[in-house]
């Protein structure tokens, strides 16, 4: 690792470091991206790094937004998008910082985020993003059936197949599921995994569900069946004792 990995844009803004400085805040930052997924605590531990080296870059405020988002540390990941937006006057995080309003308990903020006119700034994955968030929040409130039809959008309706469909697909597929529309549900889980060609969402898990099937581990079904065997081996070794002590 170089440090060269990082994205075209964030390294020409680490030239404003010295060049040493700038290496070193960048290993920190492919750190961050290669184990947000997998190791949320210790990708924020490399953003921590990268933050005391560079707190005035808005690409590291950005990371350590999104490192803390990833960790759960919603306070701390709001703090750090409010940071990084000032710095570039961009509202591409206002999605994700209307969430972190959610996870902060603050249904209701997110709500009110929604349809501020930062929105409006927003490309079309921001405003699906931002869509899928005041769902969650109405959710979150208990409006379920306004839930619903939050999501009721031509996004949602186009058969055309984006980044986001399938997340969009599902989260409607959940919505309908929790007030009692069963039917339709199971038929926006299996659009939902139609365009799930990368994985991200466990839409083939609920259809499963939905339909009764039950998955069994092979290495289960092997355990339990050398526990039989040996169970039946010990059973044949009392019986010769039996015989013997006759």
């Known amino acids: ?10 390294r020409q803004e680490l030239q404003s470091l010295p060049k ?5 805040v960048a290993k920190n930052l492919v750190m961050v991206a290669r184990l947000l997924d997998e190791d949320p605590e210790q990708a924020y531990g490399y953003s921590q790094v990268a933050l ?3 707190s005035r870059v808005a690409a590291v405020r950005e990371a350590a937004g999104f490192a803390a988002y990833g960790a759960g540390k919603y306070g701390e990941a709001l703090k750090e998008f409010r940071a990084a937006r000032r710095m570039t006057g961009s509202a591409e995080l206002w999605p994700v910082m209307a969430d972190c309003e959610r996870g902060l308990g603050r249904p209701e903020k997110a709500l009110a985020m929604a349809g501020e006119p930062e929105v409006q700034k927003l490309d079309r994955a921001g405003q699906v993003e931002m869509r899928l968030v005041a769902a969650g929040a109405r959710r979150d409130m208990g409006q379920t059936e ?3 039809v939050t999501l009721q959008s031509p996004e949602l309706a186009s058969s055309a197949v984006h980044p986001w469909t399938a997340r969009l697909r599902y989260a409607y597929a959940d919505a309908l599921l ?3 529309r069963e039917g339709e549900a199971r038929d926006w889980f299996a659009r939902a995994l139609e365009a799930d060609q990368a994985g991200t969402t466990d839409a083939s898990d609920r259809l499963a569900e939905l ?4 998955f069994t581990d092979a290495l289960d079904e092997d355990e339990d069946a050398d526990q039989d065997t040996d169970g039946a081996a010990g059973d044949a070794e009392s019986g010769k004792g039996s015989e013997k002590a006759e």
Do not use: H
Not at 1 to 10: F, Y
Not at 20 to 24: Q, W, Y
Not at 211 to 214: A, I
């Open 52 to 54: 005391r080296l560079a």
């Open 178 to 180: 929790e007030v009692g």
């Open 1 to 10: 690792m170089t440090g060269e990995e990082i994205d075209k844009a964030v």
């Open 211 to 214: 339909d009764g099937v039950q």
């Open 146 to 148: 306004a839930a619903v």
């Open 20 to 24: 040493t400085l700038a290496e070193d």
